[in-house]
Protein backbone atom coordinates (compact mmCIF):
# COMPACT_ATOMS: atom_id res chain seq x y z
CA UNK A 1 0.00 0.00 0.00
CA UNK A 2 2.61 2.55 0.81
CA UNK A 3 4.78 1.68 -2.22
CA UNK A 4 1.76 2.21 -4.42
CA UNK A 5 1.27 5.84 -2.69
CA UNK A 6 4.72 6.46 -2.72
CA UNK A 7 4.83 5.36 -6.48
CA UNK A 8 1.60 8.38 -6.68
CA UNK A 9 3.58 10.91 -5.17
CA UNK A 10 6.52 10.62 -7.26
CA UNK A 11 4.58 10.59 -10.46
CA UNK A 12 2.74 13.66 -9.53
CA UNK A 13 5.74 15.38 -8.77
CA UNK A 14 7.67 13.90 -12.08
CA UNK A 15 4.69 15.34 -13.89
CA UNK A 16 4.93 19.02 -12.25
CA UNK A 17 8.57 19.20 -13.04
CA UNK A 18 7.43 18.39 -16.53
CA UNK A 19 4.87 20.90 -16.89
CA UNK A 20 7.77 23.37 -15.39
CA UNK A 21 9.90 22.56 -18.61
CA UNK A 22 7.35 23.00 -20.89
CA UNK A 23 6.43 26.22 -19.62
CA UNK A 24 9.91 27.46 -19.33
CA UNK A 25 10.29 26.75 -22.87
CA UNK A 26 7.78 28.95 -23.83
CA UNK A 27 9.62 31.89 -22.21
CA UNK A 28 12.00 33.80 -24.96
CA UNK A 29 15.27 34.20 -23.94
CA UNK A 30 16.47 36.33 -27.11
CA UNK A 31 17.38 33.39 -29.01
CA UNK A 32 14.88 31.88 -31.59
CA UNK A 33 13.60 28.47 -30.68
CA UNK A 34 10.88 26.56 -32.27
CA UNK A 35 9.51 26.22 -28.96
CA UNK A 36 8.54 29.49 -28.61
CA UNK A 37 5.63 29.05 -31.03
CA UNK A 38 4.29 26.08 -29.48
CA UNK A 39 0.87 27.61 -27.77
CA UNK A 40 0.08 29.75 -31.63
CA UNK A 41 -2.90 27.95 -32.95
CA UNK A 42 -4.03 28.76 -36.67
CA UNK A 43 -7.55 28.95 -38.08
CA UNK A 44 -7.26 26.20 -40.37
CA UNK A 45 -10.71 25.36 -42.22
CA UNK A 46 -12.66 26.55 -38.97
CA UNK A 47 -10.21 23.78 -36.92
CA UNK A 48 -7.69 25.28 -34.25
CA UNK A 49 -4.83 24.27 -35.62
CA UNK A 50 -1.06 23.95 -33.62
CA UNK A 51 1.26 25.93 -36.28
CA UNK A 52 3.63 23.16 -36.40
CA UNK A 53 0.87 21.21 -38.19
CA UNK A 54 0.34 23.41 -41.21
CA UNK A 55 3.86 24.75 -41.91
CA UNK A 56 7.16 24.10 -41.57
CA UNK A 57 8.98 25.95 -38.85
CA UNK A 58 12.96 26.92 -38.48
CA UNK A 59 15.81 28.45 -37.76
CA UNK A 60 17.71 29.87 -40.17
CA UNK A 61 19.50 32.12 -37.61
CA UNK A 62 19.82 32.90 -33.72
CA UNK A 63 17.80 35.49 -34.32
CA UNK A 64 14.61 34.67 -36.38
CA UNK A 65 12.32 32.02 -37.74
CA UNK A 66 11.00 30.98 -41.00
CA UNK A 67 7.64 29.56 -41.59
CA UNK A 68 6.85 27.88 -44.78
CA UNK A 69 2.90 26.83 -44.64
CA UNK A 70 2.22 23.12 -46.32
CA UNK A 71 -0.77 25.10 -48.40
CA UNK A 72 -0.30 28.93 -49.65
CA UNK A 73 -4.03 29.66 -48.70
CA UNK A 74 -3.23 29.57 -45.41
CA UNK A 75 -0.42 32.42 -45.15
CA UNK A 76 -3.23 34.73 -44.23
CA UNK A 77 -4.24 32.86 -41.39
CA UNK A 78 -0.94 31.70 -39.94
CA UNK A 79 0.18 35.80 -39.91
CA UNK A 80 -3.12 36.63 -38.50
CA UNK A 81 -2.55 34.18 -35.40
CA UNK A 82 1.29 35.49 -34.90
CA UNK A 83 -0.37 39.05 -34.93
CA UNK A 84 -2.89 38.15 -32.00
CA UNK A 85 -0.51 35.97 -29.85
CA UNK A 86 1.84 38.01 -27.32
CA UNK A 87 5.10 37.20 -28.86
CA UNK A 88 5.65 40.47 -29.58
CA UNK A 89 7.12 39.99 -33.15
CA UNK A 90 5.86 41.25 -36.42
CA UNK A 91 5.32 38.90 -39.23
CA UNK A 92 6.90 39.37 -42.69
CA UNK A 93 4.87 37.98 -45.50
CA UNK A 94 6.41 37.74 -48.83
CA UNK A 95 3.85 35.60 -50.86
CA UNK A 96 5.50 31.99 -49.91
CA UNK A 97 6.81 32.01 -46.45
CA UNK A 98 6.53 34.16 -43.24
CA UNK A 99 9.55 35.87 -41.66
CA UNK A 100 9.73 36.68 -37.82
CA UNK A 101 12.74 38.42 -35.95
CA UNK A 102 13.29 37.78 -32.64
CA UNK A 103 13.60 41.30 -31.53
CA UNK A 104 16.76 42.19 -28.79
CA UNK A 105 15.54 42.08 -25.46
CA UNK A 106 15.57 45.24 -23.18
CA UNK A 107 17.02 45.18 -19.49
CA UNK A 108 12.86 46.13 -18.60
CA UNK A 109 11.98 42.97 -20.25
CA UNK A 110 14.59 40.56 -19.54
CA UNK A 111 13.52 41.85 -15.87
CA UNK A 112 9.93 40.86 -16.35
CA UNK A 113 10.96 37.23 -17.75
CA UNK A 114 12.83 36.75 -14.97
CA UNK A 115 9.83 37.75 -12.72
CA UNK A 116 7.13 35.30 -14.94
CA UNK A 117 9.85 32.80 -14.56
CA UNK A 118 9.86 32.81 -10.82
CA UNK A 119 5.94 32.65 -10.87
CA UNK A 120 6.18 29.70 -13.02
CA UNK A 121 8.58 28.40 -10.87
CA UNK A 122 6.86 28.92 -7.69
CA UNK A 123 3.81 27.21 -9.23
CA UNK A 124 5.81 24.25 -9.53
CA UNK A 125 7.32 24.43 -6.16
CA UNK A 126 3.13 24.58 -4.79
CA UNK A 127 2.31 21.49 -6.96
CA UNK A 128 5.27 19.34 -5.44
CA UNK A 129 4.21 20.05 -1.99
CA UNK A 130 0.73 19.52 -2.49
CA UNK A 131 1.72 16.08 -3.79
CA UNK A 132 3.98 15.65 -0.41
CA UNK A 133 1.26 16.48 1.80
CA UNK A 134 -1.58 14.52 0.07
CA UNK A 135 0.63 11.53 0.57
CA UNK A 136 1.35 12.36 4.24
CA UNK A 137 -2.33 12.76 4.82
CA UNK A 138 -2.93 9.23 3.06
CA UNK A 139 -0.42 7.97 5.59
CA UNK A 140 -2.02 9.63 8.33
CA UNK A 141 -5.66 7.77 7.42
CA UNK A 142 -3.91 4.83 7.08
CA UNK A 143 -2.66 4.85 10.59
CA UNK A 144 -5.69 6.11 11.92
CA UNK A 145 -7.58 2.78 10.17
CA UNK A 146 -4.23 0.70 11.60
CA UNK A 147 -3.54 -0.53 8.49
CA UNK A 148 0.00 0.16 9.08
CA UNK A 149 2.25 0.71 11.59
CA UNK A 150 3.63 3.77 13.23
CA UNK A 151 7.42 3.36 11.83
CA UNK A 152 5.90 2.41 8.15
CA UNK A 153 4.52 5.60 8.48
CA UNK A 154 7.61 7.23 10.20
CA UNK A 155 9.41 6.00 7.69
CA UNK A 156 6.95 6.95 4.48
CA UNK A 157 6.93 10.27 5.54
CA UNK A 158 10.46 10.51 5.67
CA UNK A 159 10.84 9.26 2.36
CA UNK A 160 8.57 11.57 0.49
CA UNK A 161 10.36 14.34 2.37
CA UNK A 162 13.53 13.78 1.16
CA UNK A 163 12.42 12.85 -2.63
CA UNK A 164 10.09 16.25 -2.05
CA UNK A 165 13.49 17.77 -1.46
CA UNK A 166 15.19 16.06 -4.41
CA UNK A 167 12.24 17.70 -6.89
CA UNK A 168 12.64 20.85 -5.17
CA UNK A 169 16.64 20.73 -6.17
CA UNK A 170 15.74 20.01 -9.65
CA UNK A 171 13.55 22.72 -9.74
CA UNK A 172 15.75 25.19 -8.33
CA UNK A 173 18.36 24.22 -10.98
CA UNK A 174 15.89 24.65 -13.41
CA UNK A 175 15.15 27.94 -12.50
CA UNK A 176 18.58 29.22 -12.17
CA UNK A 177 19.41 27.77 -15.75
CA UNK A 178 16.53 29.97 -17.35
CA UNK A 179 17.49 32.87 -15.48
CA UNK A 180 20.87 32.96 -16.54
CA UNK A 181 19.98 32.69 -20.37
CA UNK A 182 17.26 35.21 -20.02
CA UNK A 183 19.90 37.71 -18.54
CA UNK A 184 22.69 36.53 -21.28
CA UNK A 185 23.00 39.43 -23.75
Request: charged share 35%; net charge positive.
Amino acid sequence: MLGDLKKKTQDRMEKALQALQGELKKIRTGRAQVSMLDGIKVNYYGTATPLSQVSAISCPDAKSFLIAPWEPSVLKEIEQSIVKSELGMAPINDGKVIRLRVPDLTEDRRKDLVKQTKKIVEDARVAIRMARRDANEDVKKALKDKTVSEDEGKKHETDVQKMTDDYIKKVDSMADEKEKSILTI
